[in-house]
């Protein structure tokens, strides 16, 4: 069994500070993982994926994730906040099944980005 | 680009009736799914399919049914609508099995 746990439901930034969206996963298979953003009114779209490669992952837009086997982790993380950031984020393990890799997403932690 | 696209931004139906969402990709994948979005709740895996005339359920399968009749074209059947079936609807599909999923706009679904 996989699951994901996302610890912020909402998390609120100023402009041009660091952000630190938390992810913890449970897996019992190497895992791969991943962030999705969805801004409003728009489709989800892939920020980064890890998949056993180098921990430190990095991403578009400016952020990037690192994977933390002993912790279960996977924060996403980016050193100053835009604007334009300010979006619901999804946290996503995923396990190969069959013929498909089966996503698990977290509940979402919305980003609040105030002038 | 890959390109996902759904039938309908926006579906109102009357509870009991038949449904179809449908979905179609432009970049011959292999892999399609159908999720469906509540708040608080994330994304769950109703059914995908790994290749035409396949399909595996997901984590929440129960009152839907899927057709892939076509490679590029999956669809999300919802023989009986029923109240707590409204929600976001979202389809993607990757090229294999490892690769990225990419997802459609999303198809907004009430049923009164």
């Known amino acids: 069994a996989q699951s994901v746990t996302q610890l912020d439901s909402h998390v609120s930034v100023s402009e041009g500070t660091p952000v630190l969206l938390r992810c913890n996963y449970s897996?019992?298979?190497?895992?791969?993982l991943f962030w999705y953003v969805q801004h409003p009114n728009k489709g989800l779209q892939l920020l980064l994926k890890?998949?056993?490669?180098?921990?430190l992952v990095k991403g578009i837009n400016g952020f990037e994730a690192e994977f933390k086997k002993s912790e279960t982790s996977f924060h996403l993380t980016k050193p100053s906040a835009h604007m334009s950031d300010a979006a619901e984020y999804f946290c996503?393990?995923?396990?190969?099944?069959?013929?498909?890799?089966?996503?698990?997403f977290g509940t979402g932690t919305q980003l609040k980005v105030e002038l | 680009d890959v390109k996902v696209t759904q039938s309908s931004r926006y579906l109102v139906k009357r509870t009991g009736e038949k449904v179809f969402l449908e979905c179609v990709q432009d970049?011959?994948?292999?892999?399609m799914f159908w999720y469906r979005q509540d708040p608080g709740l994330g994304l769950r895996l109703i059914y995908f399919?790994?290749?035409?005339?396949?399909?595996e359920k997901g984590d929440i399968p129960e009152g839907y049914s899927v057709s892939r009749e076509k490679k590029e074209r999956f669809s999300l059947i919802l023989e009986s609508a029923s109240t707590n079936q409204t929600s976001m609807y979202l389809c993607?599909?990757?090229?294999?099995?490892?690769?990225?999923?990419?997802f459609g706009p999303g198809t907004r679904l009430t049923v009164l």
């Open positions: 897996s019992s298979y190497s895992p791969s």
């Open positions: 399919s790994y290749d035409v005339k396949m399909k």
């Open positions: 890890y998949t056993s490669a180098a921990t």
């Open positions: 993607a599909s990757s090229l294999g099995a490892t690769d990225t999923q990419y």
């Open positions: 970049m011959d994948h292999e892999n």
């Open positions: 996503v393990v995923g396990r190969l099944t069959g013929g498909g890799n089966k996503l698990t």
